[in-house]
């Protein structure tokens, strides 16, 4: 006789049960979820026009998604705007930036595996961000800037 595996519930975290941390340049990050044992990391960001990553190297696959205003890469032509889904293979380098010219904030969800290699004018590693460091340095800003202790998805 077969029988039926019982599935786990859903999981459901509100807008208002993770909140927005201020980055340095006044931009904002939510760590939504994060699965150290499978390198999984899933954040949004609200970039604010002429915003730039250092560029980086991904060791896993990464999807986004973007809500609102445009993005893209140094690297390439496109555009992404909202609407747009992007899916990036391991091993793609890049730099993301926001144009200067936006007249609105830059609204990106990023679903991740793995790390980001961040390298340096050279193509040297100079640091690495994962999603055990992305959730560390997020929880952080949180407690530093007197926000609430986010409820993220850790499992």
């Known amino acids: 006789m077969m029988t039926t595996p ?11 049960e993770i909140p927005w941390a201020t980055l340095p340049d006044g931009s904002l990050l939510k760590v939504l979820q994060v699965r150290p044992r499978e390198g999984l990391w899933i954040i949004r960001a609200r970039f604010k ?17 973007t809500v609102a205003g445009a993005w893209k890469y140094k690297e390439y032509d496109y555009v992404n705007r909202a609407g747009s889904f992007l899916y990036e293979p391991a091993g793609s380098i890049h730099t993301l930036m926001t144009p200067a010219s936006n007249t609105e904030t830059t609204d990106v969800w990023f679903h991740m595996y793995g790390s980001n290699l961040n390298l340096d004018a050279d193509g040297n590693i100079a640091s690495v961000t994962d999603g055990t460091s992305a959730y560390q340095g997020y929880m952080y ?5 007197g926000l609430p202790r986010p409820n993220v998805v850790t499992e």
């Open 49 to 65: 026009p002429g915003y730039e990553v250092q560029t980086h190297k991904h060791t896993g696959p990464v999807w986004g998604y």
């Open 6 to 16: 019982v599935l786990d519930e859903a999981v459901h975290r509100g807008d208002d």
């Open 141 to 145: 800003m949180c407690e530093a800037q």
